[in-house]
């Protein structure tokens, strides 16, 4: 058994409560490690460390170019200990060695980009209506900034918010998910050793109503950056408005993948398993609900099937499994509920249903046909390996299905019209729409959602605004004359 102590400036840091807690190996079903239990007295310190590195010491002595240098040799430790990090991962949250290590590979791009774009952050002179001065605008870090990330992905999406926020000057204090802690605190260890700061970043591990909520009202924090359920990140949202804190909430998904009767089958088929069983539906831009035009919708139906039929489970360090566990066992329980819920309001199964007969929270992949976009396994977020399939008729009507739902952050399109290419990316309600492929990311290219999919953008160079204040400078630039009680 392992135990992870917190990391706080720059040093392993146990709990001030004495309590640890365990992290389970989804695949084995038990415990692998032991996690510090913090509390508000641990945030506490975590963020005074941040504060003290944000306004003194080596940190904001730092050119912007000086950051720069410092994410790219970031960069480069990720990509030394990627294999490393990786496996941590699949231990704790039990998906794919493959997936995991290739997000690994490709992280420190992140570093590499905002190291980057550091110092690009301009601001700009203001040409005035008024004789007698010089006004410019600055960039200014926003301050101390609450990362908060979830179980799935949990290096990953941290490099999203973690590297702009150094590249704009900011100071961090992290709360990984109490589910998968172990590879966020081995990171930030990894990122001091390759020479940040004592205190810039500094991870505190813990429960979200004590740590996190902890974090949210400190009242040296500035930003709050989450991902995660969008139930979470409403409270998080109403509490950080009462301190008027600045936040970025990338919340969950219902995204429809959308088939026309004119696309690849091939093509179409291969995007609607890969986007909904890949990650083990595990993803908020799982392709939950396959739309498909009815003229093939058997056609795509018996192709969907036949194909997640053949779904490899079992051991996620192994590289030939395709799926793997559930990272929890209360979203196991979920998942298996979700797919109760859809039997009673009349979906019809398809393919799969039930747990699977192996050791570990295992669920088989899982179609339902039959499917009405009011039902609940059409509303509501499973993240699990479980499809809706839902026939539509025509462009309207599978626009209307698509926005058919309070989420907003990822859709798919699969045709070979290009004009209608356009126009469905133009009327579905989504933060992001991919066109004959499904769940490409980059850091170049931006993500977010809208409606109850969160606020703000992750990702190129639009996120590196969410950490950075403008400020506005006016210079005297000769002996103003005049009344002293006018506004000039």
Known sequence: MLRYPMFIEGQAHDPAGGEWFPSDDPY???PWAEIAKGDARDVDVAVEAAYRALTSGPWPELTA??????????GDAVAENARRLAEIEVRDNGKLINEMYVQLSYVPQWFYYYGGLADKIEGSVVPLDKKGYFTFTQKEPVGVVGII?????PILLLAW?????LAAGCTVVIKPSEFTSASTIELVRILHEAGLPEGVVNVVTGFGNDVGASLVDHPLVRKISFTG???????????????????????????????????DLDA??????????AATGQTCIAGSRLLVEESVHDEVVRRVVALAATARMGDPMDEATQVGPITTLAQYDKVLEYIAIAQREGARLALGGNAATRP????????FTGVHNSMRIAQEEVFGPVLAVIPFVGEDDAVTIANDVRFGLGAGVWTSDIGRAFRMAQRIHSGTV?????????????FGGVKDSGIGRENGIAAIDEYLETKCVWINTGALSGNPFVLR
């Open 28 to 30: 084995r079903g038990k």
């Open 65 to 74: 170019s000086g950051r720069g240098a410092v994410l790219r040799r970031l």
């Open 149 to 153: 990330t979830p179980w799935n992905s």
């Open 161 to 165: 918010k973690l590297a702009p926020a």
């Open 229 to 263: 359920a969008d139930t979470t990140g409403r409270h998080i949202g109403a509490a950080a408005a009462r301190g008027l804190k600045r936040v970025s909430l990338e919340l969950g998904g219902k995204s429809p993948n959308v088939v026309f009767a004119d696309a």
């Open 268 to 277: 179409a088929v291969n995007g609607a398993v890969s986007g909904i069983f």
């Open 360 to 367: 570990g929270w295992f669920v088989e992949p899982t179609i």
């Open 434 to 446: 991919w066109v004959n492929t499904y769940r490409a990311v980059s850091y170049l290219a931006p």
